[in-house]
């Protein structure tokens, strides 16, 4: 079992930055691919980025493509996304997740995904 907590949405003006973290707990972080997806109201929860257990290779939904950008640090059990220029369009609850699988692949599907977070709400106004 791993226990994902995220945190760091909030309500920010269109332009604007914020930065999300998913602390993990439970079994060995660095055996996980993480990714973070979306949910807006209305909407199917969609995918947002990946990043492989070393960090070395990432993947990114094109919407947020050169201004997202994700990370992580294995030694603080966190995976980090970082949001530049947001705009209404990324309104949404993002959720971290673990991907237990092959080591290497990139997951864009929730259901590849073994262990989700809560939720944080990211709102932009515009």
């Known amino acids: 079992q791993v226990q994902l907590v995220e945190s760091g949405g909030g309500l920010v003006q269109a332009g604007g930055s914020l930065r999300l973290s998913c602390a993990a707990s439970?079994?060995?972080?660095?055996?996980?691919?993480m990714g973070w997806f979306r949910q807006a109201p209305g909407k199917e929860r969609e995918f947002v980025a990946a990043i492989t257990r070393s960090g070395l290779s990432k993947l990114y939904a094109d919407s947020v493509k050169g201004r997202f950008t994700i990370s992580r640090d294995n030694a603080k059990n966190t995976v980090y996304l970082q949001m530049n220029s947001l705009n209404a369009e990324d309104t949404a609850v993002y959720y971290c997740?673990?991907?237990?699988?092959?080591?290497?692949?990139?997951?864009?599907?929730?259901?590849?995904?073994?262990?989700w977070g809560q939720g944080t709400q990211v709102t932009v106004s515009s």
């Open positions: 439970g079994r060995t972080f660095s055996d996980y691919t």
């Open positions: 997740a673990a991907d237990r699988a092959v080591p290497g692949i990139l997951n864009t599907e929730t259901t590849a995904y073994d262990y």
